[in-house]
């Protein structure tokens, strides 16, 4: 339970997103100031030059109390990542507020970005089950910032809503990153709770105390300024449940994409509201179909990022949607997001019976439940990885799949499309029900030698303790030849119950 507020916000109006439901699958990208391009991740908190990996796992017992939840990070090097140059940071960690409590889910979802503007990237953990006072999962944030030494506890901050805690608000349920406007020269973050979005600014200081650092926020409300192309009617409700951001009209400024499912008489069907970033204003443009899962980079290699929205499960209508899950592409252009017939259209659709996919559509796999956007095998086009943590295998439900789309000039192909479950040859550990193998799915460059691997989480392994699978990438793409797994206990955090992987920073 915390006693007190550590950052000084003032509250002005934006956006509001509307909806009852409670977040799940949260996901989080990270945007570069100024270049939001899947190949520029802002995820370096030592200034090395090598990207970090931020993993959450909100089971973990910490300090005897369940569910507290701990965040691990993985500091990047020539060599990539391994299990020595490591971190783990909990509300228990020294100078990092609050405490661990009994279900504050702290790592339920993360993001990065140089708040500050400092150099030093920082992290970004949501705690949304946190209880403020008497009032139950209000949730919040906790700041960690970057440093020559990495991410450090001391003069960490924390961050809760400007409308103050409500009961079930869940408040840091899913966060992006990036410089939207040219107000600031950090990145701007963006943070979900129940029902609404707010945007926070952290000013730079002349001062290395990151404690003197004040927090400047933006209430987003129904007020959001509209570009002077946007239609006249309001966008539908939504229930947001993740954000991405990338920079889709090219303008070296962010765009921001908020996904969720709709709500009223058509209800569950995945829709996305997008902003567009500009030096004075980010713009609410349009709605899209697709959603709730988003992610983005350049597929077809022009210089625009591409938009890719996950959509797992949706009521099956008989027409456009399918209940085994499918995934939606919008190329980036001038005017942002383009559909098959250009912008205001809907995208293309996959799914596991478009040609090349491998597997079959079933209902309940949860194919697109999280995707990530990058380049593996050095071509210049961005590939698609696919999470399908509810895939069959066999009579094992929901041992999980992963699957990779490559990336092509004329945006993704089935052709030579890559998929492993744990039963596949030369990857570690064995297929079992409820492994949920891909329930997170992220492309990294942790050694930055331009071609990403990819990590795999499967947060249910060995009954929810959780493990990561690296795939490591070479000039012929993605191959499970040496990969390996991993846990928070690999780590030194505890593992038992710990849902490692349940996030994992872009």
């Known amino acids: 339970m915390r006693k007190h507020r550590i950052v000084a916000v003032t509250a002005a109006t934006f956006l509001l997103v509307t909806g009852a439901g409670i977040l799940t699958a949260p996901t989080a990208h990270a945007g570069v100031p100024g270049s939001t391009h899947a190949a520029d991740r802002n995820c370096d908190f030592n200034g090395d030059g090598y990207d970090d990996v931020l993993v959450g796992a909100p089971g973990a017992t910490v300090g005897g109390q369940r569910g507290a939840g701990l965040v691990t990070v993985q500091y990047g090097s020539s060599r990539g990542i391994g299990t020595s140059r490591a971190a783990v940071f909990s509300q228990n960690t020294a100078g990092v507020p609050g405490a661990a409590e009994t279900g504050d889910a702290f790592g339920k979802a993360v993001a990065t970005g140089d708040l500050d503007g400092d150099g030093y990237d920082d ?45 079930g608000g869940r408040f840091g349920s899913a966060f992006a990153a990036a410089r939207f406007t040219a107000e600031y020269p950090g990145d701007q973050l963006i943070v979900l709770d ?8 952290y000013a730079s200081t002349p001062r290395p105390d990151a404690a003197a650092r004040q927090s400047r926020a933006v209430r987003l409300t129904q007020g959001a300024p509209h570009s002077p192309t946007a239609a006249d009617d309001p966008p539908r409700d939504i229930v947001a449940k993740s954000v991405t951001t990338g920079d889709y009209d090219n303008n070296g400024f962010a765009d921001l994409v908020i996904g969720g499912v709709t709500t009223g008489a058509e209800p569950g069907y995945g829709w996305s509201w997008y902003f567009s970033g500009h030096a004075d204003a980010l713009y609410l443009e349009r709605e899209m179909r697709g959603g709730p ?92 990885a696919i999470g399908a943590p509810e895939e069959d295998i066999g009579t094992l439900a929901d041992a999980g799949m992963v699957t990779v789309l490559r990336g092509t000039r004329a945006g993704p192909t089935g052709s030579g499309a890559l998929w492993w479950t744990q039963d596949s040859a030369s990857v570690p550990g064995v297929v079992e029900r409820a492994d949920r193998f891909g329930g997170q799915v992220r492309l990294v460059d942790p050694n930055r030698d331009g071609r990403f691997g990819l990590l795999a989480a499967a947060p249910g392994e060995n009954t929810d303790d959780g493990h990561v699978w690296v795939f490591s990438a070479g000039t012929g793409g993605l191959t499970a030849v040496g990969s390996w797994t991993y846990s928070a206990g690999s780590l030194g955090g505890p593992a038992v119950d710990a849902r490692f992987g349940a996030a994992i920073d872009e």
């Open 123 to 167: 992290a970004i953990v949501g705690a949304p089950g946190e209880d403020i006072g008497t009032i139950a999962d209000a949730g919040g944030a906790v700041i960690l910032w970057g440093s020559p030494k990495g991410l450090v506890g001391s003069r960490s901050q924390w961050l809760d809503s400007l409308l103050g805690p409500a009961a």
């Open 293 to 384: 899962v988003a992610a983005s980079g350049d597929i077809n290699g022009d210089g625009y990022d591409d938009l890719v929205t996950g959509e797992p499960h949706s009521p099956d209508d008989g027409g456009e949607t399918t209940t085994g899950g499918m995934v939606g592409v919008y190329l980036g252009s001038p005017a942002g997001p383009a559909g098959v017939e250009g912008p205001g259209t809907p995208p293309r659709w996959w799914t596991q019976d478009s040609p090349g996919v491998p597997g079959a559509s079933e209902r309940g796999d949860g194919w697109g439940s999280d995707l990530s956007v990058a380049d593996t095998n050095g071509d210049g086009y961005a590939d698609v």
């Open 194 to 201: 129940r029902q609404n979005a707010e945007w926070h600014q």
